[in-house]
C-alpha cells in the first residue's frame, strides 16, 4: 500500500543571500522550566503564550498538558515531547487530585521512563504503567509524597533529575534529597540550568557533588517566564551554515552569552575549530567565517551536550574531518536511534561512520559522492536529523529531498523560512 511523504527540495543559491540575520526559536530548555514552575504556582499561561504558532511544538505539548491538567482532564497527551512526559509525570504526582492517564504518541512509547517513576514512588508516590513496564503511558494517582532520601539513576537523562527537583517546594516534610552519585548524571548542564532558574523564582537547593537537597523557598515573587532568550541548541545549525560557508557571517538576535543554556558553553568553543568565530553585539551574538580551520580530528567527550552531536557530525562529514566523538551511548533513545541514524544517512554521501557501544567516529574519508542526482534525505521522525544533515547534504550535493521536512516544527518551527531568507531555494513536492 502506497503512502505520501512530504518532500522538500533545497538548492543553495549562489548568489548573495538577501540578508544575514537568522531567527532563532525561543530555548526550548529555559522556557519549559519557567512554564512549569509558573503552573506549580497556579499561574494562567494564556497571556505567557500568546504567539503558539511561533513556539517550538515541545513547548506546546506542555502548554496543553498543564492546561488540560488545570481543567481536570483524566487523560493527558503530551505528544512526542520528551521533556514534556518527564516534567509532566513529576507534576502530576505532585498536584493531580484524581486518577490521570498520561500518555504520548509515536515513540514516546518507546523511550524509557523507569528511573524517574521508581524515583517518585520513594516519595510516595502511586504510579503504574499502562502497556510495556518501564515504559508510557502511565497511570498516576493522588497520593501525599513526603521528603525522602533518594537514589536517581540520572544517566540516561538529566531531565529525571530536573523533574524532581522542579517540583521540590511541593513537597511537604524535610529532608527531601536527591543522589545520583551511584550512577552519574547525564547531561550535567541542563541539571545546572534547572537549579539557576529554579534560584529565580526564590527556590534554592543545596548541591554537593552529585547529591542534591532541598533548601528553601522564599516568599512569592513575580514571574520571570518570558520568551525573550533564543535557543543554544538551535543556534548550532547557524553554526554549521557557518563553517560549510553557506554565508560568511551572520547575527543571531536574542542568543545570550553568557546563558544559562548548557549548549552556549561548547558552540563558541567547538565551532572556532571549524573557522567560526564568535562575537556578542548588542542584541545577540554574530558568527563570522576565519577560514582558519582545524585539520586534526575532532575529539569531544559529549556527555554534556548530547543535542549537538547530529550537528557536530554533519559539519565534519560535511568538510571532510575526522572525528571520534564519546559519551554518546544515549542518543539512542532519543526521537530517533541517532547513531543509527546517522550512520543511515551519513552513507548517503560516502561518509561510512563507525558505531561504538559509547561512541560514534569517521576516518574523514569518503567513499563515493552522487553528484549527479538530489539524495533523498530521511528524517527518522527526528527534527534534529533533518535540521543537521540538510545542509551537510546541500554542501556536498547541491541539492537534497528531505523526507517529512515538518518534523522541524518540535523545535523550530520556521527553519525552512530562516533557510529561504538566507537564500536557499525551496520547493515542496508530494511523493507516493
Not at 558553553?265 to 572556532?272: A, V
Not at 553585539?281 to 575529539?299: C, F, K, W
Not at 561518509?351 to 569517521?362: E, G, K, N, T, V
Not at 574519508?365 to 527518522?380: E, G, I
Request: net charge negative; glycine share 6%.
Amino acid at each position: 500500500m502506497s503512502k505520501n511523504y512530504l518532500q522538500l527540495f533545497l538548492q543553495h543559491n549562489r548568489t548573495e543571500p538577501t540578508r544575514h540575520i537568522l531567527y532563532l526559536p525561543i530555548s526550548k530548555s529555559l522556557m519549559a522550566r519557567r512554564l512549569l514552575l509558573a503552573s506549580l504556582r497556579g499561574v494562567d499561561l494564556g497571556p505567557i503564550c500568546t504567539d503558539r504558532a511561533r513556539l517550538p511544538e515541545d513547548i506546546r505539548s506542555l502548554v496543553q498538558a498543564l492546561e488540560v491538567s488545570h481543567q481536570g482532564g483524566s487523560v493527558i497527551s503530551v505528544g512526542e515531547s520528551g521533556t514534556a512526559m518527564r516534567f509532566m509525570a513529576a507534576y502530576l504526582v505532585a498536584k493531580t487530585s484524581h486518577t490521570v492517564r498520561l500518555e504520548g504518541t509515536a515513540r514516546q512509547h518507546e523511550r524509557p521512563i523507569a528511573p524517574l517513576v521508581e524515583a517518585l514512588r520513594q516519595l510516595g508516590a502511586k504510579l503504574e504503567y499502562l502497556g510495556q513496564p518501564g515504559y508510557p503511558p502511565l497511570s498516576i494517582e493522588p497520593a501525599q509524597i513526603r521528603g525522602e532520601a533518594i537514589e536517581l539513576d540520572a544517566s540516561a537523562s538529566s531531565q529525571y533529575l530536573s523533574a524532581l527537583l522542579l517540583i521540590g517546594a511541593c513537597i511537604e516534610g524535610g529532608g527531601y534529597k536527591i543522589d545520583v552519585s551511584r550512577s552519574g548524571l547525564s547531561s550535567a548542564p541542563y541539571a545546572q540550568m534547572t537549579l539557576e532558574v529554579l534560584r529565580e523564582q526564590g527556590v534554592y537547593w543545596h548541591q554537593t557533588g552529585q547529591v542534591y537537597e532541598y533548601s528553601t523557598r522564599t516568599k512569592e515573587i513575580a514571574s520571570t517566564t518570558t520568551l525573550e532568550e533564543a535557543d543554544w541548541t538551535a543556534a548550532s545549525y547557524a553554526y554549521e551554515l557557518v563553517a560549510i560557508g553557506a554565508v560568511e557571517s551572520l547575527q543571531l538576535p536574542q542568543l545570550k552569552l553568557p546563558s544559562l543554556q548548557g549548549d552556549s558553553l561548547y558552540l563558541p568553543h567547538i565551532f572556532e575549530s571549524f573557522g567560526v568565530m564568535t562575537e556578542p553585539y548588542e542584541s545577540g551574538i554574530q558568527l563570522s567565517l576565519t577560514h582558519a580551520r582545524a585539520d586534526s580530528m575532532l575529539t569531544l567527550d559529549c556527555s554534556s551536550c548530547p543535542d549537538l552531536v547530529p550537528t557536530f557530525v554533519a559539519t565534519s562529514v560535511a568538510l571532510g574531518r575526522s572525528f571520534s566523538l564519546d559519551g554518546v551511548a544515549h542518543l539512542r533513545i532519543k526521537e530517533s536511534d541517532r547513531l543509527e541514524a546517522l550512520r543511515t544517512e551519513c552513507a548517503k554521501v560516502g561518509a561510512d561512520l563507525q558505531l561504538y557501544p559509547s561512541r560514534i567516529a569517521w576516518d574523514g574519508k569518503y567513499t563515493s559522492r552522487h553528484n549527479d542526482t538530489a539524495t533523498v534525505l530521511r528524517t527518522h521522525s527526528d527534527h534534529r536529523m533533518a535540521m543537521a544533515l540538510a545542509p551537510a547534504f546541500v554542501h556536498l550535493l547541491g541539492a537534497v529531498q528531505v523526507e517529512a521536512p515538518e518534523v522541524v516544527a518540535k523545535s523550530f518551527p520556521h527553519f525552512w523560512d530562516e533557510l529561504s531568507q538566507l537564500g536557499w531555494v525551496r520547493s515542496q513536492s508530494l511523493l507516493r
